[in-house]
């Protein structure tokens, strides 16, 4: 089976192969960039057709709209690209590549890691038992900006991040597996400024997956200008965004560590 083949089925989640998965990390490594690049996403997008040698021209063929379209977002005329238009663009990418051997992807899968050892993780911890992420939220002074029916829904354990360094530090892929990837658990971000690049990487780790990955519960601190794209987002994926009142990362890891469900 091609590259093209293998990508199409693991768009549509019936299929797991060897390569699948360097294949699917490629894929949203390539999403996560662009996504979290909140400055100019289009300068992203260049480089990484610039990278699969593909020419505006012929991607713009290849997803059937005008090039003046591949040129206004990589030019910076067209801002923010909406997630469905950063999904077709990647996948774009790969399908052209695929139809020419897979000589690129698989030259920039081997660059790709799945491995995290960070320290912008500033804590990490399993329940004994599952608890309804209410209780986590209201042990941290939190306003509940959307879903809040669904803060019933039980979890299992939390990770708190700290977003500077993980941005620092991290690479958009690994971004994406932390924001995403938690899912039946606690997202705890702290100090975010506008809580857009977390949301809009949520978001992002969804492309390309039939099932949609994301926390039970997303909690921020920090946030000093709340962006209200953050909030159509976490409204949109049916997820509970929540502000924590406490004032620095120190503190509500503190509280946090002092967090007892069963008592």
């Not at 804590?123 to 038992?129: A, I």
């Not at 899912?183 to 705890?188: D, E, K, L, S, V």
Request: net charge neutral.
């Amino acid at each position: 089976m091609g590259l093209y083949t293998t990508l199409i089925a693991i768009l549509n989640g019936k299929l797991v192969m060897d390569n699948s998965e360097a294949l699917q990390r490629l894929a949203e490594a390539m999403a996560g960039e662009i996504c979290l690049a909140e400055n100019d996403p289009g300068a992203v997008m260049r480089r990484w057709r610039e990278r699969f040698h593909i020419s505006q021209k012929n991607l713009a063929k290849h997803l059937n709209v005008s090039p003046s379209v591949i040129s206004d977002y990589e030019s910076g005329r067209r801002k923010s690209p909406r997630v469905e238009t950063i999904k077709r663009f990647v996948e774009g990418l790969i399908e052209m590549d695929a139809s020419d051997g897979g000589r690129v992807a698989m030259a920039l899968e081997k660059l790709i890691t799945p491995e995290i050892s960070s320290d912008a993780i500033l804590d990490s911890r399993e329940f004994g038992v599952p608890i309804p992420s209410r209780l986590l939220v209201d042990h941290l002074n939190c306003k509940v900006l959307t879903h809040r029916n669904l803060l019933e829904r039980d979890i299992y354990g939390y990770t708190v991040l700290d977003s500077i360094k993980a941005i620092v530090s991290l690479t958009p892929q690994q971004l994406l597996r932390l924001y995403g990837g938690t899912t039946q658990r606690g997202a705890i971000l702290t100090n975010v400024t506008t809580g857009r690049s977390p949301m809009v990487a949520i978001k992002a780790s969804q492309i390309g997956t039939s099932v949609a990955v994301k926390p039970a519960v997303v909690i921020l601190q920090g946030v000093k200008e709340l962006d209200p794209l953050a909030v159509k987002i976490a409204d949109s994926i049916h997820l509970p965004l929540c502000i924590s009142e406490i004032d620095s990362a120190e503190e509500l890891v503190r509280e946090i560590r002092s967090f007892n469900p069963q008592m």
